[in-house]
């Protein structure tokens, strides 16, 4: 079976500063893919970044990171230089390639953007 | 643009009827998935399909019903026997080859009257 745990419920971030959002995974198959998504307020799931769990290298894209600590099973998104637009509701999920496809979804992290 | 497309955004069922969600997609993708979202809550999976006239239950599918007649649609019926529709619905769809991204739809939102 597959699980996320996402422990902050909410976070709060001043505006310009960078966030650190905490994921951690459990899994026993040895080939799976990490993933985080953003949700504002009007609902959509928009997909931010991907890890695989064979990649030596932490993910990048764009002001995101994804601190992959495999050892650890954990997964941390990282924003840098926070912006308004980034308040949301973030979700950690992972697929597992033996898991017919499904993805396992975290309960999420509302991050609140202060100006 | 590829994509997938929920209707109705919005949704309202009287007490005793069934209602459909429909979420159709042109990324010639192979899997589909219906999830649901209470407020402030995670998405819990309702069913999923992966390949056509073929889908299984999640964790959830109690009161709910899908069918998968074409690759491009995967409409879910919300049954007079789900006693708490009222939630978010958003259908995903993605490759079943390695480990990639779902896409998600825009979703609806279900309410009783």
């Known amino acids: 079976a597959q699980k996320i745990t996402q422990t902050q419920p909410g976070m709060f971030v001043q505006e310009k500063e960078a966030v650190t959002l905490d994921c951690t995974y459990d899994?026993?198959?040895?080939?799976?893919?990490l993933f985080w998504y953003k949700q504002p307020s009007s609902g959509e799931m928009i997909f931010l970044i991907y890890?695989?769990?064979?990649?030596?290298q932490n993910a990048t894209e764009g002001r995101y990171s994804l601190n992959f600590q495999k050892a650890r099973k954990s997964a941390n998104l990282v924003i840098s230089a926070s912006q308004l637009g980034d308040s949301a509701m973030y979700f950690c999920?992972?697929?597992?390639?033996?898991?017919?496809?499904?993805?396992?979804f975290g309960d999420g992290t509302t991050l609140t953007v202060k100006p | 643009d590829g994509g997938i497309t929920q209707s109705p955004k919005y949704l309202f069922r009287k007490e005793g009827q069934n209602v459909t969600l429909s979420c159709e997609q042109n990324?010639?993708?192979?899997?589909m998935y219906w999830y649901r979202q209470d407020p402030g809550q995670g998405l819990r999976l309702i069913y999923y399909?992966?390949?056509?006239?073929?889908?299984q239950k999640g964790d959830i599918a109690e009161g709910y019903s899908v069918s998968r007649e074409k690759k491009e649609s995967f409409p879910l019926t919300v049954t007079s026997a789900q006693k708490n529709p009222t939630a978010f619905y958003l259908c995903?769809?993605?490759?079943?080859?390695?480990?990639?991204?779902?896409?998600f739809g825009d979703g609806t939102r279900l309410s009783i009257l």
């Open positions: 890890q695989g769990s064979y990649d030596q």
């Open positions: 399909s992966q390949i056509v006239n073929d889908f």
């Open positions: 990324l010639n993708h192979d899997a």
């Open positions: 995903a769809s993605s490759t079943m080859t390695g480990p990639q991204p779902q896409h």
């Open positions: 999920a992972m697929r597992a390639t033996t898991n017919a496809g499904k993805s396992t």
């Open positions: 899994t026993s198959d040895p080939s799976y893919g």
